[in-house]
């Protein structure tokens, strides 16, 4: 009970420290209110005139003379004096905004801004930057990003003015139309703000799969330093990293440093990964190896041919194309499917990596749909749109978010589970050195034990002659003191310490040196019969616990009853192993109370785990008033 309430205390004080954590970690992913005036835009969809926008003057000028253009209704401007003319459209600015900032969504068109005639932006430095004497060419490419400019803090009643490039055309230049660009006057801070929160929702999910990346990479490095050269670890890696390269390749900066690819990067890295998840899942299966490596070669075998094709250009963009571009979609979905079915298959079997991954998925599904049944009341939109996506993506056949909650299912189940089985590991490395450690020290007790009872029969031997000739004399002079002095004799032969020496080596030198221990303690012990085979269905460290906790119970309760003894009694019967400990203990009526152990309440407790594999009717205990016997009974 005390350890429990120690384990939900820990709990409780690692929850109250992870919040305010995660909440200064995923604070900066959210960007701060950004108030924004739309100056100048197109005419929107649905909307039938364009009133030249609030407060704008569209005009040509060339050495003085203004010449105003006429609005077409929807965002164009016509009245052009020639073909390539450069035109102005300014404008008072009367909003407020802190640290502002302009955006202009120049694509191919060149520009220069004024602030009250006053030069503060161009993409021409070359030119003669003078309102009226300005001709700015075209760009020969397409900006990825809009026009962004500073505006000083007293930008207030100032007026702004931006000249605008024009394309050469064939048609008659007071025909020709231009469209001024969007103006979008904005608070720079915000605009910060979300550089920040998207670099944020970027790099923390893909700083969390790195880390992720080398704890698996180290589990991989002990598992060799420990002799182990397993390539599971290294495979989970590759998932990994395939993830984190997905998660990168959606990033809003990721076209400008690789520009643009013919396939979209983000979904590639995606279908690897969970192809690279299925292959570790594979090398885990043992009973249904067959199905997860089915499963996993048509994963592999779809998204190669979707690379192939959209690479390649195999194929002309149409149904067949489109259907080739979402099969890993499909194949992902069902894969992942039969690969999560499997492992509960699996655990049903007792195989203890899909136990803990099946228990895991088992845990979150429980916890997403208690989630979602808590939303509808709370938050309708969200739970509202997790149904809409899934239903679209069953008419559609296209299963891409009922694949991303899958995915996310399978990878934090496997995860879990990987961690579990390296935590055993870790146990029961642990549990061998510490068997490992005892046996040493019992092997040294019990070679102490040998060496005190060879002295002891080499102290009998060296007085052998004395005492036949010592009986030689009383059976001449007082036959009666005969009886006495052999009586004498036995018991100190009696005395001779005793030594197991039974096939099983494990065996000898566990009961060798817990039979020293308790001659130490002045306690008697008899060995009834002495055999065991040389190998056990049990290992070494089940052994060691097993027959430790028989005997230190038994020499705590002997050594403080009044009279003490433990009587061992092990041997071969009908294809099974019997091993029967029997002491004293104390009497209910005497003030003696067992001395506790460390390990006091859990001795049975764990005899009846490990006897449990064998059968319940395998562990007999028995207690009178003066004796308590333990017997175990193990199938060869």
């Known amino acids: 009970m005390k350890r429990l309430l120690k384990l939900i205390l820990a709990l409780l004080l690692s929850g109250l420290l992870c919040v305010p954590a ?3 970690v995923f604070y900066y992913t959210q960007p701060m209110e950004d108030v924004s005036h739309e100056l100048f835009r197109l005419v929107d969809d649905g909307e039938e005139y364009w009133d030249g926008g609030d407060g704008w003057v569209v005009y040509t000028e060339e050495a003085g003379k203004r010449t105003e253009l006429v609005s077409n209704g929807m965002g164009g401007y016509t009245g052009l004096s020639y073909s ?33 005639g006053e030069m503060i932006y161009t993409d021409c430095p070359e030119l003669d930057n003078r309102i009226g004497y300005l001709t700015l060419p075209m760009l020969e490419y397409d900006r990825m990003e809009p026009v962004t400019v500073s ?142 490596a089915g499963a996993t070669l048509l994963q592999w075998i779809s998204v190669l041919l979707s690379f192939f094709i959209q690479t390649e250009k195999l194929l002309e963009y149409g149904d067949l194309y489109v259907f080739f571009m979402y099969l890993p979609q499909i194949t992902g979905f069902l894969t992942l499917a039969a690969a999560l079915i499997g492992a509960f298959l699996l655990w049903k079997r007792g195989i203890p990596f899909f136990r803990h991954m099946a228990q895991t998925a088992l845990i979150l599904i429980i ?87 060879s002295e002891e029969i080499m102290m009998l031997r060296h007085d052998t002659v004395r005492h036949y000739t010592l009986l030689q004399a009383m059976a001449k002079d007082n036959p009666e003191q005969i009886s006495g002095y052999l009586e004498e004799l036995i018991g100190q032969t009696k005395q001779i310490r005793p030594v197991i020496a039974c096939r099983n080596q494990t065996l000898n030198i566990l009961l060798n040196g817990k039979l020293n221990i308790a001659k130490a303690k002045g306690i008697k012990t008899e060995i009834d019969r002495c055999d065991a085979p040389e190998k056990l269905p049990l ?82 205990v028995e207690q009178t008033k003066n004796a308590y016997r333990i017997t175990v009974v193990i199938p060869l």
């Open 367 to 453: 916890g997403y749909l208690l989630f979602l049944a808590v939303s509808i009341p709370v938050l309708p939109g969200y739970a509202a749109s997790v149904f809409t996506r899934l239903a679209q993506g069953v008419i559609m056949l296209v299963p891409k978010f009922a694949l991303t909650l899958l995915w996310n299912l399978c990878l934090l189940s496997g995860l879990a589970a990987v961690l579990f089985d390296f935590i055993e590991q870790l146990s029961r490395r642990r549990t061998e050195l510490a068997v490992l450690s005892s046996k040493n020290r019992l092997a040294l007790e019990s070679y102490e034990n040998l060496r005190l009872q």
């Open 151 to 292: 505006l000083s803090p007293d930008y207030q009643g100032k007026t702004l003015t931006i000249a605008q490039s024009t394309g050469v055309s064939e048609t008659q230049p007071d025909d020709e139309t231009v469209w001024p660009c969007d103006v979008t006057l904005y608070c720079g801070y915000a605009y910060e703000s979300g550089l920040i929160a998207s670099s944020a929702k970027t790099m923390i999910p893909a700083v969390l799969l790195f880390s992720l990346l080398l704890l698996l990479i180290a589990v991989f490095i002990w598992n060799a330093s420990q002799g182990i050269f397993s390539p599971k670890p290294i495979i989970f890696a590759l998932a990994v990293l395939f993830q984190m390269c997905s998660v990168l390749a959606k990033a809003d900066f990721f076209f400008q440093y690789f520009g643009t690819l013919p396939i979209d990067l983000t979904d590639l890295f995606f279908y690897f990964s969970v192809g690279a998840f299925l292959l570790f899942l594979t090398l885990h299966a043992s009973r249904l190896r067959l199905l997860f």
């Open 84 to 116: 390539g003319q450069t035109f102005y459209y300014s404008k008072e600015l009367t909003e407020e905004s802190d640290s502002p900032m302009l955006k202009i969504g120049a694509v191919n068109r060149t520009v220069s801004v004024f602030l009250d």
């Open 22 to 24: 995660v909440f200064a």
């Open 539 to 620: 290992s070494d460290p089940e052994l060691c616990s097993l027959i430790l906790n028989i005997l230190d119970n038994a020499i705590n309760a002997a050594s403080v009853s009044q009279k003490p003894y433990i009587l061992l009694d092990f041997h071969c019967k009908a294809q099974h192993f019997v091993f029967s400990c029997k002491n004293s203990v104390p009497d209910k009526a005497s003030d003696n109370k067992k001395t506790p152990t460390p390990e006091h309440g859990y001795g049975l407790k764990i005899i009846r785990q490990i006897m449990k594999r064998f059968g319940d009717n395998m562990l007999s």
